[in-house]
Nanobody, 127 residues
Framework: QVQVVESGGGLVQAGGSLRLSCTVSGVRFADHILGWFRQAPGKEREGVACISRSSFTKYAVSVTGRFAISRENAKNTSYLQMNSLKPEDTGMYFC?????????????????????WGQGTQVTVSS
């Protein structure tokens, strides 16, 4: 059984930093691409960042230069380092995993490409 568990969310002031973690179990982690998505109240879920099996990365325009995604296969864990946080970064952050080597340009917009999802961790940025 696949389990995806996020952690590290919290309340932070604008300009601050947080690091989210995502641990995936029940699968061969190294064979999966990983993604981070977020959803603000009343809005659709949107892609934030994703990382390939060989650690190529993609970012949403809104977080480029501020967020960094990484993976540590030995720990079955992905991280999302978030710096210079803004109030508009507030939302529930979800981690997702997909068992594929394909790393196409539309991954951050195709939620259906990601079969495994966590329950999310809340990030709140105060102004």
């Amino acid at each position: 059984q696949v389990q995806v568990v996020e952690s590290g969310g919290g309340l932070v002031q604008a300009g601050g930093s947080l690091r989210l973690s995502c641990t995936v179990s029940g699968v061969r982690f190294a064979d999966h691409i990983l993604g981070w998505f977020r959803q603000a109240p009343g809005k659709e879920r949107e892609g934030v960042a994703c990382i390939s099996r060989s650690s190529f990365t993609k970012y949403a325009v809104s977080v480029t230069g501020r967020f960094a995604i990484s993976r540590e296969n030995a720990k079955n864990t992905s991280y999302l380092q978030m710096n210079s946080l803004k109030p508009e970064d507030t939302g529930m952050y979800f981690c997702a995993a997909a068992p594929t080597r394909l790393f196409t340009s539309d991954l951050l917009t195709r939620l259906e490409a990601w079969p495994h999802w966590g329950q999310g961790t809340q990030v709140t940025v105060s102004s």
